[in-house]
């Protein structure tokens, strides 16, 4: 089972930047990869990023070139460094431990969310 709290959101203006922190603790066999998920009001919760054990990285189309995902091995941590917010950007984020297998990447743990806003 792995427990996974997030933090760092906020709000923030349009332009700015922030980081969210997910702590991991806990041990899942299954567990090669970790994500990013997001969620607005009204909308499905969509996957933004996600990070392989190998370092490998893959982002949403709407984030690409804007967000960053990594992931601290000796502190068990992954980070989503979100660089030029736009209001499109606000949901609740939700950190994840998953398994990448055949080309997906399917979310097997889920944090609590933390809410980033930014206002235009």
């Known amino acids: 089972q792995v427990h996974l709290v997030e933090s760092g959101g906020g709000l923030v203006q349009a332009g700015g930047s922030l980081t969210l922190s997910c702590a991991a603790s806990?041990?899942?066999?299954?567990?090669?990869?970790w994500g990013w998920y997001r969620q607005a009001p009204g909308e499905q919760r969509e996957l933004v990023a996600y990070?392989?054990?190998?370092?490998?990285?893959n982002y949403a189309d709407s984030v690409k070139g804007r967000f960053t995902i990594s992931r601290d091995n000796a502190k068990n941590t992954v980070y989503l460094q979100m660089n030029s917010l736009k209001p499109e950007d606000t949901a609740v984020y939700y950190c994840?431990?998953?398994?990448?297998?055949?080309?997906?990447?399917?979310?097997?743990?889920w944090g609590q969310g933390t809410q980033v806003t930014v206002s235009s």
């Open positions: 806990g041990s899942g066999f299954s567990i090669n990869a």
């Open positions: 990070v392989r054990t190998g370092g490998s990285t």
């Open positions: 994840n431990a998953g398994r990448y297998s055949n080309g997906a990447y399917f979310p097997l743990s």
